[in-house]
C-alpha cells in the first residue's frame, strides 16, 4: 500500500488555461480521498496528474517516498476508473476482468478465482459469462471496476465513476464502492462533484476551486467546521445563507451584526467577539444554515430576525421557504474568487478575487513565471471584486420547515439565529476565528 504526496503541483494547459496552481495534498496510506469541487476546478487534471497521464507543469508527486513525477503510467502502480469504464465489446465480463492477470501471465485458474471473488463482492457473479452490450449501464461501470483492481494496485483512481447512472444504481455502486476499497485498504482518490458521494464515501474531502484547495478535512470537519465560505456553500442542501453584515461594538465592548435593519449580537465571552471587537464598522459575512434558525412567535427573543416569506416550496418530508428580510445575501461560489484565471495576450479575461492570491506577492511572481515559461506571455494578478457586486446578491433566506401548518406565503416570519451555530468570514470568506483541524 501506498500514500501519496502532491508537492505543489501547477498545470498550465497549452494555450494558457492554469488548471492547476500550486497544490499541495498529503493522502495517507489506505485513505479514501475525495477531490471535491465545481466544474473545471481541476479535479481530473491532478487525479491524471498522480496517474502519469498529465505533465506537470511545475511540482512533484510522490508515492511514499518514491518520486514518481518522471515515471511512466505503468510504472506507477496506480488503476483507473473513468466515468464511462470502457470494456472489450468482444469479451465477456470475466474475460475483461482477468484481461490485466493473463497480461501479466498469470495462471487462467487463479485469474478466474480472483474474478469470481471480486464479482461477489461487486454483485455481478450471475453476469461474468455476459458479453458488455447485455449488461446495464451499472453492470458494465462495475466490471471496469472489477478490472481496474484485480491486480491490486497500490493506488486506485475513480473520476467520476457513477455519473453516468440512474439514482438507484448509484446508491447502490457507490455504498458497494466503499466497503470494498475499505477492504482491500487501498489508497483511493475519487473525483466527484456530488457533494452526497463526497460526505458517504470519504475518510477525508479536498475541495477544491479554481485549481487550489480551498478546504481539507474529516466530512464532518468539513461540514460543520468550514475554512471559508465557498466550502460552507458547496456542502448542504440548502446552501447556507451568506449574509452581510456590518460589525458594530456597542458599550461593554458588546459585538452586534448589524444587517441593515436588524442585528444579531455575539455573547461577549466567543471568542468571536474578542476578534471582532478590533474591526468595528467593517464588512463580514455570517453563514448560517436553516439549522441555525428556529421559528419563533414574536415574543421579542433575543436574536430575532424577522422577514416576509416569499413563497413555500413542497417537498414531500419537508418543505422549503424563501424569507425576504431586508438583508443581503450573498452567492458562496462567489465570495473572494477568481472568475477566469485564463491568461490570454498578457491579461486574465475577467477580474477576481482570488482568495488568496493576495497572501503572497511571491506566490504570486513565482507562478507568472511558470505561465510565462509556459506560453511566453506575461500573467497579471487579477484585482479583488468587491463584495457588494451585483453578480453576488441573492434575495432570500432559505430554510427548511418541518411544519407550516400555520404559515403561508406573504405571511410574517419571526426566526431565533443560533449564534453558536453561526459562522464568520472576513470580506474574502474565509473564516474570522480558527478552524479546527
Ligand atoms: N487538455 C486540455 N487543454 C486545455 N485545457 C484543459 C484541458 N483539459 C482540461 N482543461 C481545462 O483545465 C481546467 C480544469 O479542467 P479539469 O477537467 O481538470 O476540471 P474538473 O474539475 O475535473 O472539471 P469537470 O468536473 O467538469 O470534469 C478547465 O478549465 C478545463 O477546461
Known amino acids: 500500500m501506498t500514500g501519496i504526496r502532491l508537492d505543489s503541483v501547477s498545470k498550465v494547459y497549452d494555450g494558457g488555461q492554469l488548471a492547476v496552481n500550486e497544490l499541495s495534498l498529503e493522502i495517507e496510506d489506505g485513505e479514501f480521498m475525495v477531490l471535491l469541487g465545481p466544474s473545471g476546478c481541476g479535479k481530473t487534471t491532478v487525479l491524471r496528474m498522480i496517474a502519469g497521464l498529465e505533465d506537470l507543469t511545475s511540482g512533484s508527486v510522490w508515492f511514499d517516498r518514491t518520486e514518481g513525477t518522471g515515471l511512466t503510467p505503468r510504472d506507477r502502480g496506480v488503476a483507473m476508473v473513468f466515468q464511462n469504464g470502457a470494456l472489450y465489446p468482444n469479451r465477456t465480463a470475466r474475460e475483461n476482468i ?69 439514482a438507484t444504481m448509484r446508491t447502490e455502486l457507490r455504498q458497494e464502492i466503499g466497503s470494498m476499497t475499505r477492504d482491500l485498504k487501498v489508497t483511493t482518490v475519487y473525483v466527484t462533484h456530488d ?139 462567489l465570495i473572494g474568487v477568481t472568475r477566469s484565471r485564463r491568461v490570454r495576450g498578457g491579461r486574465p479575461t475577467s477580474h477576481s478575487a482570488g482568495s488568496r492570491a493576495h497572501r503572497t506577492a511571491g506566490r504570486v511572481s513565482a507562478l507568472a513565471a511558470k505561465a510565462r515559461s509556459v506560453i511566453g506571455r506575461e500573467y497579471t494578478p487579477p484585482p479583488p471584486e468587491p463584495l457588494a457586486s451585483a453578480t453576488h446578491r441573492r434575495s432570500d433566506l432559505v430554510l427548511e420547515l418541518d411544519n407550516v401548518a400555520n404559515l403561508k406565503a406573504h405571511d410574517t416570519i419571526h426566526l431565533v439565529v443560533d449564534v453558536n451555530r453561526i459562522h464568520i468570514f472576513d470580506q474574502q470568506g474565509r473564516r474570522v476565528d480558527r478552524v479546527k483541524r
Open 98 to 166: 482477468i484481461f490485466p492477470l493473463r497480461m501479466a501471465g498469470e495462471d487462467l485458474v487463479e485469474a478466474n478465482a480472483k474474478a469470481s471473488g471480486l464479482a461477489r463482492i461487486l454483485g455481478i457473479d450471475g453476469a461474468l459469462d455476459r458479453l458488455p452490450r447485455t449488461l446495464s449501464g451499472g453492470q458494465r461501470q462495475r466490471v471496469a471496476i472489477g478490472r481496474a483492481i484485480v491486480r491490486q494496485p497500490k493506488v486506485f483512481l475513480m473520476d467520476e465513476p457513477l455519473s453516468n447512472l440512474d
Open 195 to 333: 457533494q452526497v458521494e463526497a460526505l458517504t464515501l470519504a475518510d477525508r474531502i479536498a475541495i477544491m476551486r479554481d485549481g487550489r484547495i480551498e478546504d481539507v478535512g474529516t466530512p464532518s470537519q468539513i461540514y460543520d467546521d468550514p475554512a471559508t465560505a465557498f466550502t460552507a456553500g458547496f456542502l448542504g442542501t440548502p446552501r447556507i445563507n451568506l449574509m452581510t453584515a456590518t460589525v458594530r461594538v456597542a458599550s461593554h465592548h458588546r459585538v452586534t451584526l448589524d444587517f441593515g435593519s436588524q442585528s444579531i449580537a455575539l455573547p461577549p465571552t466567543d471568542r468571536r467577539s474578542m476578534i471582532l471587537r478590533d474591526h468595528a464598522g467593517e464588512q463580514v459575512v455570517v453563514g448560517a444554515r436553516s439549522d441555525a434558525f428556529h421559528v419563533t412567535l414574536d415574543g421579542g427573543e433575543a436574536n430575532q430576525l424577522s422577514g416576509t416569506i416569499r413563497t413555500l416550496e413542497f417537498h414531500g418530508n419537508q418543505w422549503i421557504a424563501f424569507v425576504t428580510a431586508g438583508i443581503e445575501l450573498l452567492n458562496p461560489d
